[in-house]
């Protein structure tokens, strides 16, 4: 009975201990794993992460790690995922053997640098491996080609070198690979177009030379192709055409030359298509229009002539259209009307004329419109008004003339308006910033009048303003308020008049203020120096009356200060000499009085300067002669300086125009004026000077009227004396001089004499004065 039930009782036995082997084994099989992991974490400069990963607990709870149950009953790691988790160091210290039944390895976005292990080979079932943003550097292993299971490989944005590896071809499972972002070069392997299940194909941002290869034709089941921004050259294949599942095709930002291949109008799915950035000529294919599917169109920047297609009109699921910085002419056609679902229309920098069409205010979607730098004629249509989303509207650099409609106060959500450099006329939109948004106002190069948008007193989103050469009237102190988020604005030349407001200081991140050339009338406000990041303030040809703020020095950004054509009074300050990065200093044409500061002689990056037509004297500070950088100019000129002309002028060598005229200057023209060797013109005129003039070039080659009205000068300059015969003169009136006194010295003596013997013969009559005779002899005899 015993020897029938032992089967029974053995079986169960022995499936226990079958099974608790599986289990020791399986175990045994992931501790090993787990060590393998452990190891390399150690060897890791940061852990990231990682502060699961320990013995306390199975490898299978750790962080970015994925376990299965093999069929056998082993557990396995099967997935490693560290994507963002911090992690700097290498892949040297992993033992990729003790992971061999690993099919996704993802370590992307990591700190991860030093080349790519050979020894990755040994993941044999990986199916997925993502290197992407690291520091992987050196050269793609050849050992990944016997990964043969992969169907996406990434190893995009790291610094790998060397060119695409034509063995990347027996990878024939490969469904995506992505190489964007590297160093590679090189060529294309036309060895790819074996890639028959290739679906993506990204090869961007890197350094690829040579064609593109006809091979390619042959990924009939690819459905992105993008390598842009890379120096491939030659035509683009018209084969790409086959590719009839493609759904983006970008080569933009290569050197790609030829006519756009009418074949790609069979890639019937393209959703996008950018070509941009190339060399391409010829016109736009009319086939495009075939691609009802496209929502992208790049095609600026190239060499593109023609007309835009009619066809274009069939792309109504299109929501970006750029087609700028070509050659394209002729009219916006009116199946523009078609593409309601656009949002971006760029068709700048072109030579397109006529007018807008009025059907354009079908496309109520747009964000963006761009037709600037073209010939485009006309009025902008009132239905504008129905472009009520537009963000950005930039028309700037056209033909285009009229008032702008009424309609145009309904586009409140403007951020951007760039009209300028047209013939636009009227009245500036009164609810131009209605809506709270707008940002960069350009309508510079017009000729807008009227008053300034009183709507613009509350548009704090203001950043860049450019009203300039209009004729804007009105007080600028009614219009314009406080804007904290201005950095740019020009109004000058215009017909504003009213006072400077003292919250322009509180426009703390101004970098330009210009309002020259208006009738600006009262005083500088001293809260201009609270503008910390100024670099220019333009305030000439106004009526500003008063002293310059003493403030103003304490704007040590300023690279250009113009204040000329004025009525300021008062000095130039000393402490203007601390403005250490000023390039421009004007101040002439205005009722300045004193010396000229020396400490001028600091602000050592000045390239003109200009005190001209003031009432400045004393001498001219020697120091100016250090302002090495003065190119453009240096007006000294109408004012009542006294003294010579420094010699340290001398080391202005790249000064071009110098002007010292009319004051009262006196003294010889320093020789050192010699070494001024990029001067082009130098006025002296209206002086006190003497003497030769330097022979350098400038004067040889000089105008007379550049010295007229001064003391005595000669030399090279055509219509002046030349120094020979001067100093012949001088030498001819030095001698008729001593020929005059030696005639004159005894003829005088000989009177004296003769007085003297009529003096005796008086006085011999008298014997009281004998005596004093006698000593009047003896006197006049040690004379002779």
Known sequence: MESERSPKFLSPLLLFLILSFLLALASASLASHGRALLQWKASLQSHGSLASWSLDASPCNWTGITCNVTRRGRRVIREINLAQTGLVGTLNALNFSSLSSLISLNLTFNKFYGSIPPTIAALSKLTSLDLCTNNFTGIIPRQISSLTKLNSLNLSDNQISGSIPPWLSNMTRLNFLYLFGTN????????????????ELVISDNQLTGSIPPTLRNLSRLQVLECTNNEISGFIPPELGNLVNLVILDMGNNSLSGFIPPSLGNSTKLGGLGLWGNHLSGSIPPKIGNLVELTFLSLEQNNLTGSIPTSLGNLTKLENLYLSKNQISGPIPQDIQYLVSLRGLEIGINLLDGSIPASIGNLTKLNILYFFQNQISGSIPPSFGSLTNLIRLCIFDNQLSGSLPQEFNNITNLKSLDLADNNFSGHLPHDICKGGVLAHLILNNNHFEGPIPRSLRMCTSLTRARLEQNQLSGDISENLGAYPQLWYIDLSFNRLSGKLSPSWGGCHNLTLLKISSNKVTGIIPSELGKLAQLHVLDLSSNYLSGEIPKKLSKLTNLFNLSLSNNLLVGEVYPEFGELLNLQILDLSTNRLRGRVPEQLGNCMNIRSLKLGSNHLNGSIPFQIGNLVNLVDFLDLSH?????????????????????????????????????????????????ELEGPLPESRIFQNASLEWFIHDKGLCGVVKGLPSCSSFT?????????????????????????????????????????????????????????
Do not use: A, W
């Open 639 to 687: 004012n009542s300086f006294t003294g010579e002309i420094p010699s340290q002028f001398g080391k202005l060598d790249k000064l071009q125009n110098l002007n010292l005229s009319h004051n009262e200057l006196i003294g010889r023209v320093p020789h050192s004026l010699s070494d001024m060797i990029s001067l082009t013109s130098i006025d002296l005129s209206y002086n």
């Open 728 to 784: 012949t003169s001088e030498d001819d009136s030095k001698k008729n001089h001593e020929l005059l006194l030696l005639i004159t010295i005894p003829s005088l003596g000989i009177l004296f004499l003769l007085f003297l013997f009529v003096v005796f013969g008086f006085i011999r009559k008298n014997s009281s004065l004998c005596y004093l005779l006698r000593l009047v002899k003896v006197s006049f005899s040690k004379v002779y």
């Open 184 to 199: 590679l070069s090189g060529s294309i392997p036309e060895e790819l177009g074996r890639l028959e299940n290739l679906l």
